[in-house]
């Protein structure tokens, strides 16, 4: 391994009159990316890329830039507190973390003996590199109930490629991919998890071909040799349609085909169900296009295709999953250099081993709410976010009575919002760990102060599957701030869980790498670990699936009840299932597109990233704008069958007559009522989590695709 070394730096740091630097790795989003740290008087005076590190090669974005104005950020939470008075009251205590911890035990001793563990609720959000920690708490706790993202966000296509080939399939930009298709992405803006924006760009600038397939006219698309400009929601059948074209002109890869697919001929059949005219009428987007990219992407190896979580935050959530896959594998591209590669891990203990996964008793896991609903994910220990809610609100199929949320707001971040503010109101005992008093943590009886990616020791990207990990290393100490890491291990250890974790969490790091017979104190001495790299694995041991091929039809689907094959199921709102409230929300919303300097809730407190982006915007086609009286930067009253926010209208003539796009995940923490105006503009105001809505295996909630009403809002003030 290179060792660690500031050789390129040193001039640097001199010149600047820095007093020392630290390399390490950021967290700021999804994280990747390694940086620079400076330092001058013990802060933290400066942070840029690390040229060294191959994940980023030396770029960042501006939320790394602004680490250290989230580290110090006066408002910062610093020590622990106790709420005084009803929840919402915005009345707090300072107390001790001995205190905290041993109130948090205390309830989660009383609640496992009195309703047994299901009862007790752990949750993270965006996650800090935390959910090993998180799952292997809750499993010894013997809870089957974490409470994630992962419904729809991520661990889809974790759970679909499992079970389709093994791995995750990870674009291989280091061997220069000839084609890349994005698909429901944007990578320049959002460094999606196991990506950077710089493997793009470098693939791009060398001449790969473009495909993009996106209902807006993103940077990528505009540059695109094909944009796909689809009816958001119908990704499935314009792959079918891709799919199609590919087999009826046999621009396949035989040899994959005849040697390594499970399916095939059932396959080709649901395929042909799915002919260019009627997924044109589907998608909207011409069948001349579609014919053109599917050729592209056929016939121009290597090629890659970029996805994101918009696909999955709807209810074709896996079959779009699942559709890419088959993409990828039947035109050769899978475990392919320069296509679509199936990284192996270093050799370490891995998240499944670290979060004791198969020590929570069987009778338990079959007790995981939506478990029996929602089998693909329950398989994978991932739960539908209401499920939970109505465990709090009706106590069914039985009650939950404490939740324990770290890095999570899901006042603002999970569907139907309403709802989800009445359950945290409910729930007995709310717990949380988060970096400021946020919406969510406003309900909350006790609120621990975490720890920014600065002032932790850690192995970066441990959960990603691109093959390599990274020493993030301590700068600093904030006040009386820890990690969730450490929270949770001495939390452990007064909860009867001692045994089972360490004297101190810098122990755990040494478990996780003693496989490979180095120490925390040896990594934090290298640059990364990755791990070995080698091409066509399948070839030689096949796929880690039941039948040891590439299943385009899901013997494990078909083992749980659903429909072994990939199909398209038109969303539960739209011009097409429901004409009639159409009529009346003539608009289609699609809702999440990314802004630079925000990691969903985050950030809005930072100078530098509020002043990028100072109001939520709802972007609406000039066209459409003009026929309600809108003009750009009007206050705009946006509204769905469940309820009704304001944003400001911002034109844009990039996507379709007949669609809005909304930013979500907006809140004000300037508002320094208990409130901090969660329901002013909060998009998951208007959106649905009824079951019907969500995708049937993974449970994943449909808030990209549902139907809304834009008017000129009549108070044209400025937000509260």
Request: glycine fraction near 8%; charged fraction near 25%; aromatic fraction near 10%.
């Amino acid at each position: 391994m290179p060792e660690f070394t500031f050789s390129n730096t040193a001039r640097e740091i001199e010149y600047h009159g820095f007093d020392g630097v630290v390399k390490s790795h950021c967290r700021m989003c999804h994280g990747g990316c390694g940086v620079l740290v400076y330092t001058k008087k013990g802060k933290v005076a400066k942070i840029s890329g690390d040229p060294a590190c191959p994940i980023n090669r030396g770029t960042i974005c501006s939320k790394a830039m602004a680490s250290a104005q989230l580290a110090y950020h006066p408002d910062r939470l610093t020590h622990p507190v106790k709420r005084i008075g009803p929840k919402g009251s915005g009345k707090w205590e300072r107390i001790s973390w001995d205190s905290a911890l041993d109130i948090i035990a205390e309830k989660i001793l009383t609640y496992k003996e009195s309703h047994g563990a299901e009862s007790v609720v752990l949750g993270y959000g965006t996650g800090r590199e935390n959910e090993a920690a998180i799952y292997r708490m809750a499993n010894l706790l013997g809870s089957p109930n974490v409470l994630t993202a992962g419904h729809f966000c991520y661990g889809p296509r974790i759970a679909t490629s499992i079970i389709t080939c093994g791995s995750n399939p990870i674009v291989d930009y280091e061997n220069h991919p000839k084609c890349v298709m994005v698909w429901g992405n944007n990578i320049v803006i959002s460094n999606p998890d196991e990506y950077k924006g710089e493997g793009f760009s470098s693939a791009v600038e060398r001449g790969a071909k473009l495909i993009v397939v996106d209902p807006r006219l993103t940077r990528m698309a505009a540059r695109a040799d094909i944009w796909l400009q689809l009816r958001p929601g119908t990704d499935t059948a314009l792959a079918f349609g891709m799919l199609n074209v590919i087999i009826s002109e046999k621009l396949y890869d035989r040899d994959f085909v005849e040697n390594h697919v499970h399916g095939w001929e059932p396959f080709v059949k649901r395929v042909n169900e799915y002919p260019l005219d009627r997924v044109e009428k589907i998608t909207w987007v011409p069948a001349e296009k579609i014919r053109e990219a599917a050729r592209l992407y056929a016939t121009t190896k290597p090629a890659g295709i970029q996805w994101g979580v918009a696909i999955e935050q709807q209810i074709n959530c896996a079959d779009n999953d699942r559709i890419l896959m088959a993409l990828m594998g039947i035109t050769g591209n899978i475990d392919a250099p320069g296509g679509q590669v199936l990284f192996n891990a270093p050799k370490i203990r891995n998240v499944g081993q670290f979060g004791a996964h198969k020590m929570l008793p069987k009778e338990q896991a079959a007790k995981r709410l939506g478990g029996d609903r929602f089998r693909l994910a329950g398989y994978f220990g991932i739960i539908n976010p209401k499920c939970v809610w109505d465990a709090v609100l009706e106590e069914k199929p039985y009650p939950v009575k404490m939740m324990f949320l770290i890095s999570s707001n899901p006042v603002m971040t999970r569907a139907n919002a309403r709802e989800v503010y009445r359950a945290l109101e409910k729930v007995e005992f709310l717990a949380v760990s988060d970096f400021f008093i946020t919406a969510t943590a406003e309900l909350a009886d006790i609120v621990l102060p975490a720890a920014t990616w600065l002032e932790m020791d850690y192995i970066g990207d441990y959960w990603k599957r691109h093959g390599y990990i990274l020493p993030r290393r301590k700068v600093i100490e904030v006040g009386e701030c820890r990690s969730d890491h450490e929270m949770l291990n001495d939390l452990a250890h007064r909860i009867g869980q001692g045994e089972h974790w360490w004297e101190n969490f810098g122990k755990a790091l040494d478990y996780i790498l003693e496989p490979m017979g180095i120490t925390w104190q040896d990594f934090k001495k290298m640059d990364y670990i990755r791990g070995e790299v080698k091409y066509y694995k399948y070839k030689e041991k096949g796929f880690s699936t039941p039948t040891g091929k590439f299943e385009l039809y899901s013997t494990m689907m078909e083992k749980w009840g659903y429909d072994p094959l990939p199909e398209y199921t038109e969303p539960v709102e739209s011009p097409v299932s429901t004409p009639g409230l159409y009529e009346d929300y003539p608009f289609i919303l699609i809702t999440g597109r990314r802004i630079p300097g925000y990691f969903h809730t985050e950030n809005r407190q930072l100078r530098w990233m509020r002043g990028l982006s100072r109001d939520p915007v709802v972007e609406i086609h000039p066209g459409a704008a003009g026929k309600a009286g809108i003009n750009e930067g009007d206050w705009v009253k946006i509204e769905s069958p469940r309820g009704a926010i304001r944003m400001r209208a911002k034109l844009f003539a990039g996507m379709d007559e007949r669609i809005v796009s909304a930013e979500h995940a907006w809140w004000f923490p300037e508002n320094k009522s208990p409130s901090h105006g969660w329901d002013e503009s909060n998009i998951n105001i208007l959106t649905d989590n009824s079951y019907d809505s969500c995708d049937p295996a993974m449970g994943a909630t449909s808030v990209r695709t549902l139907l809304c009403r834009i008017t000129r809002d009549e108070n044209q003030g400025e937000h509260s």
